[in-house]
């Protein structure tokens, strides 16, 4: 939450936004507020951290300032870089896989625009490229989330959802100067997507253990796929992950479950054809050597943790 004793380190000098460390004292910076336009006063003690006030008591709206600044200091940095042509790197804790991943923010994009309306909405700051098309969706978050129109935009146009969280003027401070610049949310996951649920796929090891089947006790192997801790077998398996299983001596083919009540790819013995179905699994994990895993690309962790639940 913003208060009223938020310090913000920015004014307006000849329209162009200054902080407040590149002017003089008092009333002789000769700045106004960024908001209302009324002048204000670098207030440079030893004690309190330099900021710009209103010089009477007609103050604007901590949140309404912060938004403001936040909005032209990003827009600034941005047209800068589009306009010498160079990157402009971001670094996020990904929603979604929960990794942190890092690129470049303009990376196709070639044009800015602030507060342009939208198919019904008004964002922050838009990113699109030579023809137009909106890649980006920018919004400064002081107090309330983006509008749920530019939320519903972003979902009806598959387009990316950036916030930038501010609430001090450091926060301000870090749009102008950071590197890589830090937003507290991305709608858009770098690494591979599940084609199922759609959510992150994650890495994930591939075990072959040597059992004997449970029907007519022949030799037989059974592969089971591995990331983050959890453990599923071949119903969640990818192509990829198939062929692996199947190159290393396994032998897969689709079964009826009648516990589950559904179809789905199943260890099964090349002698009888019997299958180990997902919820017997579980009793063969303790054969798996850790040490002997096979880098087997992604698997999705939300359709693997109900698979892992069927193990339970």
């Known amino acids: 939450m913003v208060t009223a004793s938020v310090k913000i380190p920015y004014a307006e000098l000849n329209g162009r936004l200054i902080h407040v460390s590149r002017v003089n004292r008092g009333l002789a910076c000769g700045c106004v507020c960024p908001v209302c336009k009324r002048p204000v006063l670098a207030r440079k003690g030893e004690v309190i951290r330099h900021h ?55 990376k196709l994009a070639r044009k800015v625009g602030m507060e342009k309306n939208l198919d019904g909405c008004r964002p922050d700051l838009i990113l699109s490229d030579d023809n137009g098309n909106t890649l980006a969706i920018l919004e400064i ?17 598959d387009v990316a959802l950036l916030c930038f969280r501010v609430k ?21 996951c770098l690494n591979p997507q599940c084609e199922v649920c759609g959510k992150a796929l994650s890495p994930a090891t591939l075990h072959v253990v040597d059992i004997s089947c449970w029907r007519c006790g022949l030799y037989m192997k059974a592969a089971l796929v591995k990331s983050d801790g959890r453990m599923a077998g071949p ?26 009540n559904r179809r789905y790819m199943a260890n099964t013995c090349p002698s009888c054809r019997a299958f180990i179905g997902a919820p017997y699994l579980r ?30």
């Open 52 to 106: 710009f006030a209103h010089h009477n008591q007609i103050e604007c709206s901590p949140e309404t300032v912060l938004h403001q600044v936040g909005k032209r200091l990003l827009y600034n940095r941005i047209s800068k870089h589009l306009k010498r042509n160079r990157p402009l790197q971001i670094r996020w804790k990904c929603h979604f896989c929960h990794e942190t991943h890092e690129g470049n923010l303009l």
């Open 141 to 157: 978050v002081v107090t309330h989330s983006p509008e749920e129109n530019v939320l519903g935009y972003c979902r009806k146009y």
């Open 168 to 188: 001090t003027g450091r926060d301000l401070l870090a749009l102008e100067v950071e590197n890589p610049l830090r937003p507290s949310y991305v709608g858009l």
């Open 235 to 260: 119903e969640v398996f990818s192509t990829e992950q198939t062929k692996i299983a199947e190159e290393s001596g396994v032998y897969l083919s689709r079964q009826y479950s009648h516990t589950s």
């Open 283 to 312: 009793r063969y994990s303790g054969l798996i050597n850790h040490r002997d895993g096979l880098e087997a690309g992604n698997v999705c962790m939300e359709c693997m943790k109900d698979a892992d639940n069927e193990l339970d």
